[in-house]
Structures are given as C-alpha cells and as structure tokens.
C-alpha cells in the first residue's frame, strides 16, 4: 500500500498525522484486510 492508496483510505489527501502506534495498527489492518480478500477466491474454487 502506498502512501496516495493510505490517504485514499482515510477520504484526504492531507500528509498522516498520526502516532507511530496508530500508523502501525491501520497498517495491519489493512495487510489483514488484504490477506483475507486474497485468500476468499482460492477457498471458494
């Protein structure tokens, strides 16, 4: 993910202001988000 795709994400274009904890946690969500989406066509066929 990129930091354009991040700001997208958050519905603004402004720079992240956030703490590094609350960068890392979104971080992971989204990595979450990602794998789960990946995963769901290989179990489906």
């Given at each position: ?21 609350q ?10 988000k990602?794998?789960?989406q ?8």
């Amino acid at each position: 993910m990129t930091n354009d795709e991040y700001r997208k994400l958050r519905g603004t274009n402004k720079p992240f202001s956030a703490s590094e904890e609350q960068v890392k946690v979104t971080w992971n969500e989204s990595i979450r988000k990602e794998k789960y989406q990946y995963r769901k066509p290989n179990a489906s066929s």
